[in-house]
């Protein structure tokens, strides 16, 4: 893990899970549970995945934008910062922020054209709520990822051939429909999606494991929520993300 991240705005801001699992009051008051909460932030998450395609941004930037998505609702609710608003302007920003800028009119064309029922934002609507955002975010938009701590552990394991590398890069990108990214070190989260790639091709890394002196406790843990959003991800149907939404009074 670069060593500035432990003197950076990111790693101050670490949650435990339970606050990240807040629901905010006004959110309350429209029946959004828990579950809703994650499940609207899980879909958000998949049509910004999706956008970025489209706009051919970096991964990083993906990863930045769902994490300020996901960072905004620990402090705002749903309902006053519209997720679908939300997610456009946190891509826009974190464009930006990553040096990979798009233009704003680009975001817009692009999501219309692959949602055309779902958004009707106009640009003054993106502006308008990226400065909410930002406001949101108290202007700190650097974030630290797991991607460089990975390679460079699998490169240290001497598991960096590219099957290691496509399986361990594909779990981290799955990290971010969770909110892992809020809670852990990015290089532990690195090291828990190398812990299960092990597992699953069959290679015994006990000894490299060993040798880092990493609470491995906390590693299996968050392996393990992983896990359990993988076997989650199966019950997730588009009705529950219908009804969810319906909450906000917003047709997904």
């Known amino acids: 893990m670069a060593a500035n991240f432990w003197n950076s705005s990111h790693y101050k ?22 579950e ?26 993906v990863a930045t934008a769902v994490t300020y998505m996901r960072r905004v609702y620990t402090r705002k609710s749903m309902v006053e910062f519209e997720p679908r608003l939300v997610a ?32 009707k934002y106009e640009l003054k609507d993106l ?20 991607y460089r701590s990975l390679s460079e552990f699998l490169q240290d394991a001497a598991m960096n051939d590219v099957n290691m590398n496509q399986i361990t890069w594909g779990i981290v990108n799955d990290t971010y429909k969770m909110d892992l990214i809020l809670v852990h070190p990015p290089y532990r989260i690195a090291l828990a999606c190398i812990y299960i790639a092990s597992v699953h091709r069959e290679k015994d890394i006990t000894a490299w494991f060993e040798d880092l002196h990493e609470d491995m406790n906390s590693v299996k843990n968050i ?12 019950s997730i149907t588009e009705e529950k993300v219908n009804l969810a939404f319906s909450k906000l009074a917003l047709k997904p």
């Open 36 to 61: 809703d909460f994650k499940l609207i932030k899980f879909h958000m998450s998949n049509h910004m995945m999706k956008l970025a395609q489209l706009i051919k941004v970096r991964q990083r930037v």
């Open 13 to 34: 801001q670490l949650m435990e899970q339970e606050e990240v699992d807040v629901v905010h009051a006004l959110d309350k008051e429209r029946g959004i549970s828990v």
């Open 127 to 146: 502006l308008g709520m990226e400065m909410k955002v930002l406001e949101a975010l108290n202007y700190y938009l650097v974030v630290f990822h797991p």
């Open 88 to 119: 456009l302007a946190c891509m826009y920003l974190a464009s930006k922020a990553e040096e990979s800028i798009v233009q704003a009119r680009n975001v817009i064309f692009c999501i219309r054209k692959l949602y055309p029922d779902e958004y």
């Open 223 to 234: 392996a393990m929520e992983i896990l359990d959003f993988y076997e989650n991800y199966r």
